[in-house]
């Protein structure tokens, strides 16, 4: 284990895995900067991975499960063991089984995280239910079925060629997607032809070749 030094990792925030360079003293991180050899993010980081430190030292950051000592709003926990705060969910969960039937229940997740989720889909089939909720309809999902049914399979875009001309649609590239936003300026520099289709006019939009506009109809 490196105590000392800098150390080559990705960033886990997202799904992007951008580069990073992580600087270790006496076994502590004390800074998080970008990889300029990593060729998705080429040494630059966004919002999140600068946070990162923060998300990691917190004092507020949750380590242990609680559980409500108080009334409801009452803002009063108890640290409880990881055993407990497993026995408490699965018997909580066996309980809304029996009485309600398994489908009264329902998985949130965050972002998808390969094996973990493939665990979490696991859990819902053995238990029962098929209700596994995430912020997927509004992220990746639209953007990988569109793919299915156009395409038949996820086709990713060669940037260095660079194409002929990319379309962004609804995808927001600055504030969402760092990597993929630097391959796109990259490829533009290139020549690449670059169509936007929002009801915004995103950053991309001020620079793009062709803005098509959808009217948002408010009722």
């Not at 950051?61 to 709003?73: F, I, S, T």
């Not at 009264?104 to 998808?112: D, F, T």
């Not at 490829?187 to 690449?192: I, Q």
Request: glycine share 10%; with cysteine; hydrophobic share 35%.
């Amino acid at each position: 284990m490196i105590t000392n030094g800098v150390v080559k990792s990705t960033c886990d925030l997202c799904s992007q895995n951008c580069g990073v360079l992580v600087h270790m003293e006496g076994g502590k991180t004390v800074r998080v900067e970008g990889d300029p050899d990593s060729p998705i993010n080429k040494g630059k980081l966004c919002v999140k991975g600068l946070a990162s430190l923060e998300y990691l030292y917190h004092p507020d950051r949750l380590k242990h499960p609680l559980r409500r000592a108080g009334e409801r709003g009452e803002g009063k926990w108890q640290q409880i063991s990881w055993d407990e705060a497993l026995d408490t969910i699965a018997n909580e969960w066996i309980k809304a089984r029996g009485k309600y039937g398994a489908e009264s229940v329902e998985i949130i997740r965050g972002l998808y995280k390969r094996l973990q989720d493939d665990y979490i889909e696991r859990l819902a089939d053995a238990f029962g239910t098929p209700n596994i909720v995430s912020a997927s309809p509004i992220c990746y999902t639209p953007r990988k079925k569109a793919a299915l049914v156009t395409h038949g399979f996820m086709p990713y875009i060669d940037y260095e060629g660079p194409p002929a001309c990319i379309v962004e649609w609804g995808a927001g590239l600055t504030e969402t997607s760092l990597g993929e936003y630097l391959q796109t300026i990259q490829a533009l520099n290139k020549g690449t032809k670059l169509m936007v289709i929002d009801p915004i006019k995103t950053n991309f939009a001020r620079r793009v070749d062709f803005w098509l506009q959808p009217y948002v109809y408010h009722s």
